[in-house]
Structures are given as structure tokens and as C-alpha cells.
């Protein structure tokens, strides 16, 4: 079982930034897969951005060129920058750990989401 914890979620005006975390309870390393997601009032949960542990980097087209995930090891954590932000980034945003087993299977670990509003 991987725990993950978000934080940073808050208020902000269209324009501006935030930066929200998600820690895990081991190393992220071992992990697969660490992405973002996140689910407005009415819509269905997306995926935002992804990373895995070779590094390499996934963007839905809507948050291309403003939003940047990245990975700290040694703090276990994965962050999501995010820039230029829109009224349309107002979403509860979750941590996905996913991992896969050497027989082919996949485990996904959500955390408890954090409220990120974009409003004037």
C-alpha cells in the first residue's frame, strides 16, 4: 500500500501560480508511474500530468506549457507547478501512484485531493 499526501491546494486569481505536493510513504523511486489528476463539479476525473521514474514527462494538451510535474527523491515527493492558471483549472486535484508487478499487473494509490480555485 502507498499513502499519498497533497498539499498546497488554495485560492488564486486567473493568472497566477501555484505549486501543490504530493508526499508518499515510500520511496518514489520504486514507484512506476506518479501523476496528477484532477475532477471539476460535474466532470469526470483527467489526468493533468504524469511522470515516471525514468523521468519521463506526460502533459494533457489543456496544461501544456503551463504546468511542469517534477520529482524530489530523496523528499519522496512529486510536485505540480502550475502557471497562467485559468477560472477552468478550478478542480479538486489527486495524487496517483501507479505501480505494475513483474506478472503484468497494475495497483493505483489515489490520495485525498486538494481544492485548487481559480477565481477573481
Known amino acids: 500500500q502507498v499513502q499519498l499526501v497533497e498539499s498546497g491546494g488554495d485560492l488564486v486569481r486567473p493568472g497566477g501560480s501555484l505549486r501543490v505536493s504530493c508526499t508518499a510513504s515510500?520511496?518514489?523511486?520504486?514507484?512506476?508511474?506518479m501523476g496528477w489528476y484532477r475532477q471539476a463539479p460535474g466532470k469526470e476525473r483527467e489526468l493533468v500530468a504524469d511522470i515516471t521514474n525514468g523521468g519521463s514527462r506526460m502533459y494533457a494538451d489543456s496544461v501544456k506549457g503551463r504546468f511542469t510535474i517534477y520529482r524530489d527523491n530523496a523528499k519522496n515527493t512529486v510536485y505540480l507547478q502550475m502557471n497562467s492558471l485559468k477560472p477552468e483549472d478550478t478542480a479538486v486535484y489527486y495524487c496517483?501512484?501507479?505501480?505494475?508487478?513483474?506478472?503484468?499487473?497494475?495497483?493505483?494509490?489515489w490520495g485525498q485531493g486538494t481544492q485548487v480555485t481559480v477565481s477573481s
Open positions: 496517483n501512484a501507479r505501480k505494475y508487478t513483474e506478472y503484468g499487473e497494475q495497483y493505483d494509490y
Open positions: 515510500e520511496n518514489i523511486f520504486s514507484i512506476n508511474v
